[in-house]
C-alpha cells in the first residue's frame, strides 16, 4: 500500500528549538494530517494540525511553522515527533501513515553553528569557542546520533553545536 504521508523536515537526529518547520507531503481523511511531539515516557510537549495537505488521495505539499506552548523547557531532551492521519475507525492509533522522527529539542536555542573537528578539540573547547552559553552537555546532546563517549571525538567529524 502507498504511504500518503511522508515527513521531508524535520530529519531524523535534527535538533530543533521552542519553533521549527515542519514540511513534507500528505494526502488525509477529510484533509486531516496531524503533528505532535512527544517527550520523556511519551509526554506530549505538543500536538496540532498540519494545513494544506490533500485529500480523497489527492497528495499535496505541506510546509508549516510549529511552535510549543510556552510552558514547554527543554534543553537536550530527545523527544518524537509523530505525523500522522485521522483515523475516522479507530483501528490505527494514533493515526494512519504513521510518521516518526526523533529530533533533540532545546526550546531557548537560537540556531546552531557546524563545527568539524581538528585534532587537539574537546567538546569542552569546541562549547567554549564555538557555542554561544552552550555547555558541554548541550554538544554531546545534539550529537548523539554519532557520538558514544563525549571524551571521544576525531577529526573530520561535523558537530552541530546550539546557540543561546
Known amino acids: ?3 500518503l504521508i511522508e515527513v521531508r523536515q524535520p530529519r531524523e537526529h535534527d535538533v530543533v528549538a521552542a519553533r521549527f518547520a515542519l514540511a513534507g507531503f500528505g494526502s488525509g481523511f477529510e484533509a486531516t494530517v496531524t503533528w505532535r511531539l512527544l517527550g520523556a515516557g511519551g509526554a506530549p510537549l505538543g500536538e496540532g494540525l498540519v494545513p494544506g495537505v490533500g485529500s480523497m488521495g489527492v497528495v499535496d505539499d505541506f510546509a508549516l511553522e510549529v511552535g510549543l506552548p510556552s510552558g514547554v523547557q ?3 531532551e530527545h523527544a518524537l515527533l509523530q505525523v500522522f492521519g485521522d483515523d475516522a475507525s479507530g483501528e490505527n492509533p494514533p493515526g494512519t501513515d504513521l510518521n516518526q522522527v526523533r529530533v533533540t529539542l532545546f526550546t531557548g536555542m537560537h540556531g546552531w553553528r557546524l563545527h568539524e573537528v581538528v585534532p587537539g578539540d574537546t567538546l569542552s573547547r569546541i562549547a567554549r569557542d564555538q557555542g554561544q ?12 546520533d554519532s557520538l558514544m563517549d563525549p571524551d571521544l571525538i576525531f577529526p573530520g567529524q561535523v558537530l552541530r553545536v546550539p546557540l543561546f
Not at 552559553?133 to 548523539?144: I, K, L, P, S
Open 1 to 3: 500500500m502507498a504511504r
Open 74 to 76: 527543554a534543553r537536550g
Open 133 to 144: 552559553d552552550t555547555t558541554v552537555g548541550d554538544v554531546f546532546e545534539a550529537n548523539r
